[in-house]
């Protein structure tokens, strides 16, 4: 007989009640908006607010609301055109202490984020934004790797007490000059402990030399590792300057593409793009009058470089201070960062955690250095557009700084802290930007597109008719033709598209036209178990069979062929999802969600429905099919 247990009654309402609700925001379009973020030098406060309301107005542009939101300023205006005019008007005035971008701030009323619910974010083709596709420089992480490499054989070749006369780098590999050929087991023996990844390779005829070189599958890890890092640096970065619903995929051998919903703004999207932070961390050479000739002079000792410290001179300038060539750590070897007050001056600090590379280096250098100067060095690497020959090229503007020359109190590893910062929201910037990491390698805009938000909006529109009428008809159809059930048949229908949105929403799938084009396929593949199960009634109903039993049996023996058939589109729609990338894989995301849920309503909410109607009907004899 028909029948539908209590507790399926339960999870369907539940299903539905969360499904609207995590639906619900969707209700809410997002606003078009400037955020301001602070750079190195800016803080994000009440004056900064007052600052920003002095400048729009004064500049005619009128805002829907100003808020300090999370760690950023954020502008609301109630348009594209003014949100343009207001970067503009901010640009300018703020300088380099701020970045300025365009993006979409979000609506949804604070009770219902706290819930989790968010809006279901939309790609490129349906928001606007821009898109870029970048080349890595993959030489220039081999060569960086090989410079590496060089460092730690002279430091091996030092550490052993083996005579030598150079570690050079060349066109064949590392080449090592010892000065006694005896040595060379030896010398062997420590560079094959300390890099085992290097081929070591004797020179005919010159038993005092040595070749190492890297193996082929070393540098395809390295190229790996290079693009690998690059893309995870980029997507801290972003994340970290509050762009969301970002996309980045590696694509290929040695390109990245990158795609920012919502930005409007190329040269910022340049900046948000490129900018990195690290630290290094050096021997002070001298702080003092060597420093002082060598800022007037230019000559500088061959075993120093000259810097300029945070720290003002007598004239009031930023004092020169000679630091060692020798890098004893760098921003690659930096594992955490997280910004508290020093626990004893209570001034601003950045806590740092190093690998385990970084902290064997680090420890060796205090064992030896207790008493003696230590200087962390600041290196900001923020992308330009200049124009040559009439074009415009990219190029980074490098700044080097020492923020901090302090006496090495003890011994320590992994684990200190640097100190010498200005303020507490620096700490907690530089803390972000060391985070976010630094890049492994150098990359070039090969290709760059801006989709304007009206094209976006008119994708949207044609989107959202496509799948409008296309359940208008599908819907106007099983009214027509099935009657009672072709009511069950259409409710089953928008509770499926409700589901599939709830779902896309939760897991922040991001919505694309092939989306789009994917949730209509949904609604055809729906119809079609709403048929089998429509036809296998009608059957049963042919053959004599009761109303009742027709029903139920209609929905038993339709389950099956259901079943089997969804199997096989959903097998399509898992491939798409795994193996493809950008639009085939938004599409295949879609297919999933849209199957599985289609399969619930179909086979299970529609019965239930069928079951309130004509379960408790014992003398039933017709049925409206």
């Given at each position: ?11 369907a309402?539940?299903i ?135 460092d ?22 590392i ?100 900018a ?14 060597q ?25 009031g300038?930023p ?139 008119e ?85 004599g ?18 079943t ?29 969600i849209?199957?599985?849920?289609s ?27």
């Amino acid at each position: 007989m028909l029948q539908y247990s209590t507790w399926k009654y339960v999870v369907a309402a539940l299903i539905i009640a969360l499904s609207a609700f995590y639906s619900l925001p969707n209700l809410y379009p997002k606003d078009p908006a400037v955020q301001v973020v602070a750079n190195r030098g800016g803080v994000v406060d009440d004056a900064l607010l007052l600052r920003v309301r002095g400048l729009l107005e004064k500049g005619g542009v009128e805002t829907k609301a100003l808020a300090i939101e999370v760690d950023s300023l954020v502008v609301r205006l109630p348009n594209a055109d003014l949100q343009t005019k207001a970067a503009d008007t901010l640009r300018p005035a703020l300088g380099q202490e701020y970045t300025v971008a365009l993006n979409l701030a979000s609506t949804v009323p604070g009770w219902l984020a706290a819930t989790g619910a968010r809006s279901m974010s939309m790609g490129l083709d349906l928001q606007g934004g821009v898109h870029f596709l970048l080349e890595v420089d993959q030489n220039a992480a081999i060569e960086k790797r090989s410079n590496g490499f060089a460092d730690e054989i002279a430091t091996v070749l030092r550490d052993g007490k083996f005579a030598y006369t150079g570690v050079a780098r060349t066109a064949n590999g590392i080449q090592v000059e010892l000065r006694d050929a005896d040595d060379m087991s030896m010398v062997r023996a420590a560079i094959t402990r300390e890099a085992p990844e290097l081929e070591l390779v004797d020179v005919p005829g010159q038993p005092t030399r040595l070749l190492a070189r890297m193996t082929p599958t070393l540098i395809k890890t390295i190229m790996d590792g290079a693009i690998e890092q690059n893309r995870n640096t980029l997507d801290n970065r972003i994340n970290s300057l509050g762009v969301g619903e970002q996309v980045i995929q590696r694509q290929g051998e040695s390109r990245i593409v990158v795609q920012l919903p919502g930005v409007q703004d190329t040269a910022e999207a340049r900046n948000l793009i490129g900018a990195t932070a690290t630290l290094e961390y050096r021997h002070v050479v001298d702080y003092g009058a060597q420093a002082v000739q060598a800022a007037t002079t230019g000559a500088v000792p061959p075993n120093a470089r000259l810097y300029y410290s945070r720290d003002l001179g007598p004239d009031g300038k930023p004092r020169p201070i000679l630091l060692s060539r020798r890098v004893i750590v760098s921003g690659d070897q930096l594992v955490n960062a997280t910004s508290n007050p020093d626990p004893q001056g209570g001034g601003p600090a950045v806590q740092i955690e190093l690998n385990n590379a970084g902290g064997n280096r680090m420890l060796a250098h205090t064992r030896e250095s207790v008493g003696q100067l230590m200087a962390a060095v600041y290196i900001e690497s923020i992308p330009e557009m200049k124009k040559v020959d009439g074009k415009d090229v990219l190029s980074f503007r490098v700044t080097e700084e020492v923020i901090n020359a302090a006496t090495l109190q003890g011994v320590f590893g992994r684990n200190f802290q640097t100190t010498g910062l200005d303020s507490q929201d620096e700490a907690a910037n530089l803390a972000r930007l060391l985070r976010a990491g630094s890049l492994a390698a150098p990359m070039v805009i090969i290709e760059e597109r801006i989709i304007g938000p009206s094209l976006g909006a008119e994708n949207v529109q044609r989107g959202i008719q496509a799948v409008f009428w296309s359940f208008m008809f599908v819907l106007a159809f099983f009214l027509v033709y099935y009657k009672t059930f072709g009511v069950v048949t259409n409710v089953a229908l928008l509770l499926n598209l409700l589901m599939v949105v709830a779902i896309m929403s939760v897991i922040g799938a991001t919505l694309t036209l092939p989306g789009l084009a994917g949730i209509a396929l949904t609604v055809g593949l729906s119809v079609d178990a709403n048929v089998l199960i429509n036809e296998r009634i009608r059957e049963e109903l042919r053959n004599g069979n009761t109303p009742l039993a027709s029903i139920a049996n209609g929905y038993d023996k339709a389950s099956g062929t259901i079943t089997d058939s969804n199997t096989t589109a959903l097998l399509a729609g898992v491939a798409m999802a795994v193996f493809g990338s950008g639009p085939i894989r938004g599409f295949g995301i879609t297919l999933i969600i849209g199957i599985l849920t289609s399969m619930y309503t179909a086979v299970s909410v529609s019965r239930g429905m069928s079951t309130l109607i004509y379960g408790k009907r014992k003398k039933l004899t017709t049925l409206s099919i």
